[in-house]
């Protein structure tokens, strides 16, 4: 059985993107919309909850897009710094990118989708990144800190499956889940569950910032436990097709800040989202392109963790080694 791709994360469908690896051109634009959010999930790194202040206008959101289009970029994360189905602005800006001929991965924790919205999305040039972190209403309530996230998830779910987000070639959905103690157990489970319903699956390990930090006693796994889980996913055959999965896992290299531009709701232009500490400018005072080829940018796009791991889980790593010397 082959393991799906979600549309928007594929790069061997696309020529394209190696045009534009070859002028040192971002592949992917990430947008991110406002920190508003009903759960409290547990192992946030961006500690969502609250409405802040200082976004983007709908026009400054259509001025990126444009911006984004002048690289020739042909697909957008809405990876959120929140839910970003709260955001009253997010429908007019996957509109206004279908207009342009970009498509959409909108990562969300599904529980606003109902069949109306759904069925709106998937006649849209939209595919869906959503949270899972379990299979039982105890554990998911309580990793996403909010009584019926369990129930109001799988609803949406069920919606996008309704929908026909997964009964497309290649799929439209994509399902992602954080290990921690309570679910480390189910993620084999959720792995076939996934690829046996033609549901992209990603499984990640918790980076150390904003509330996991807080929870960590209650969520940390040890690194035996995540090697132990690593070569038990590398029995299933069908994983070694799956290239996306291995960006999650420890000691395994990635190309974010080399491939992807990031923009965050207050304009800030970032490495990736997971490093929303390195400011490299602002859309409000600067061009994108004059922002990405910046020194400062180049720098960062040379930059690989400690052993090939994720940039920004090694910085978020030794800030949280810091703070537990003190």
């Given at each position: 059985m082959k393991v799906p791709v979600v549309r928007g994360f594929e790069t061997e469908r696309d020529p394209a993107i190696y045009t534009n690896l070859q002028k040192d051109f971002?592949?992917?634009g990430n947008i991110?919309?406002?920190?508003?959010?009903?759960?409290?999930?547990?192992?946030?790194?961006?500690?969502?909850?609250?409405?802040?202040?200082?976004?983007?206008?709908?026009?400054?959101?259509?001025?990126?897009?444009d911006q984004m289009a002048e690289f020739d970029i042909k697909r957008i994360h809405v990876e959120g710094m929140g839910e970003p189905f709260l955001d009253p602005l997010l429908m007019p800006v996957l509109e206004y990118a279908m207009n342009k001929g970009i498509w959409a991965v909108v990562f969300t924790n599904m529980t606003l989708i109902n069949d109306n919205l759904a069925g709106k999305l998937f006649n849209m040039p939209v595919s869906i990144l959503g949270k899972w972190e379990g299979f039982d209403e105890e554990t998911v309530d309580y990793l996403v800190g909010e009584k019926g996230g369990f129930r109001n998830m799988e609803?949406?779910?069920?919606?996008?499956?309704?929908?026909?987000?997964?009964?497309?070639?290649?799929?439209?959905?994509?399902?992602d889940t954080v290990i921690t103690k309570q679910n480390i157990s189910q993620a084999a489970k959720f792995v076939r569950f996934c690829i046996e319903n033609n549901i992209q699956p990603t499984v990640e390990t918790m980076q150390w910032k904003g509330r996991a930090v807080e929870n960590l006693e209650k969520l940390k796994v040890s690194s035996e436990e995540i090697r132990t889980l690593w070569n038990q996913m590398n029995k299933i055959p069908e994983i070694k097709e799956l290239n996306f999965f291995g960006s999650y896992q420890d000691n395994e290299r990635c190309s974010a800040s080399r491939t992807m531009l990031t923009v965050n709701f207050n304009g800030d232009a970032h490495p990736c989202l997971g490093r929303n500490d390195?400011?490299?400018?602002?859309?409000?005072?600067?061009?994108l392109k004059d922002i990405w080829f910046s020194d400062e940018a180049k720098k960062y796009r040379?930059?690989?963790?400690?052993?090939?791991?994720?940039?920004?889980?090694?910085?978020?790593?030794?800030?949280?080694?810091?703070?537990?010397?003190?």
């Open positions: 971002p592949y992917t991110n919309f406002n920190t508003t959010c009903n759960l409290r999930c547990l192992f946030c790194f961006t500690s969502a909850g609250l409405r802040s202040e200082g976004q983007l206008s709908l026009e400054e959101y259509f001025d990126v897009i609803s949406g779910f069920k919606a996008l499956i309704n929908a026909g987000f997964n009964k497309t070639d290649p799929s439209r959905l994509c399902l390195i400011v490299l400018g602002n859309v409000r005072t600067g061009k040379m930059m690989e963790g400690e052993g090939g791991e994720c940039p920004a889980k090694t910085h978020a790593r030794k800030l949280y080694e810091k703070l537990q010397a003190k």
